[in-house]
């Protein structure tokens, strides 16, 4: 997957669904940031990104946040959105690593390359039903895992793990846990071949809201914080 395939799906969803658009135009100024970061993060690209959102940022109240902060502060803050821009800079950074560096698929709850939790599952076509993968959103690697075992506690009984849909996003489904209360939405490439896993998670946000009205936690949140 490249940063413009990324950046050409922000488009096509900001153009087909009604879903947030400003959030994926600002996705779309991000990942056009990303896919200009040089080799490893530099204190030049913080600066360069603190510049882009002064610009764009969606949300005034991001401006509040804007301070001067050294790189090396923002890696130890504890504010959301000094993890967001360190986020920014750092998920370029370990999705070309993790490019240079394949790593076996194996079957296991966190990203074989870096270790995070998975922030979606994605569906590919094999066979009569398709495979289900797990998706890193730090570096984006993907590795196979069982349909039927929640990447959380474990739980394997079918009747835990209920999946709901809705009928905004025929091709996104949120894959839930009843034992431990976690979920994660799961991608559908065979419902939409065209989706980019990654950014169609970050653009159906409605699903999220759902699911925590429902009293279950995200196993782990995207770029955005959701
Ligand atoms: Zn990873
Ligand atoms: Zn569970």
Redesign the pocket.
């Known amino acids: 997957m490249t940063w413009q395939r990324r950046i050409e799906r922000a488009q096509e969803l900001a153009k087909e669904s009604a879903v947030l658009p400003e959030v994926l135009d600002f996705y779309q100024q991000i990942a056009r940031f990303q896919s200009n970061l040089a080799d490893g993060p530099a204190p030049a690209d913080l600066e360069a990104l603190l510049t882009l959102i002064r610009r764009t940022a969606p949300d005034p109240r991001v401006h509040a946040h804007l301070p001067e902060i050294a790189w090396d502060d923002l890696l130890r803050s504890a504010d959301p959105m000094h993890a967001f821009f360190a986020r920014v800079i750092l998920q370029a950074d370990a999705a070309a690593r993790a490019r240079r560096n394949p790593t076996a698929s194996e079957v296991q709850p966190r990203c074989p390359f870096c270790a995070e939790k998975p922030v979606a599952a994605v569906l590919r076509p094999e066979g009569d039903v398709g495979k289900r993968f797990l998706l890193c959103g730090l570096c984006f690697t993907e590795w196979e895992y069982r349909r039927l075992l ?6 394997e009984d079918k009747d ?2 209920p999946v709901y849909t809705a009928e905004e996003f025929p091709h996104i489904r949120v894959e839930s ?6 979920y994660l939405k799961s991608i559908d490439l065979t419902k939409d071949g065209r989706a980019v896993p990654e950014v169609d998670e970050l653009a159906s946000v409605v699903l999220d809201l759902w699911a925590a009205e429902h009293g279950y936690t995200k196993l782990q949140p995207n770029l955005f914080g959701m």
Do not use: H, I, S
């Open positions: 929640c990447p959380n506690c474990g739980e835990k793990l846990c009843d034992t431990c209360r976690v």
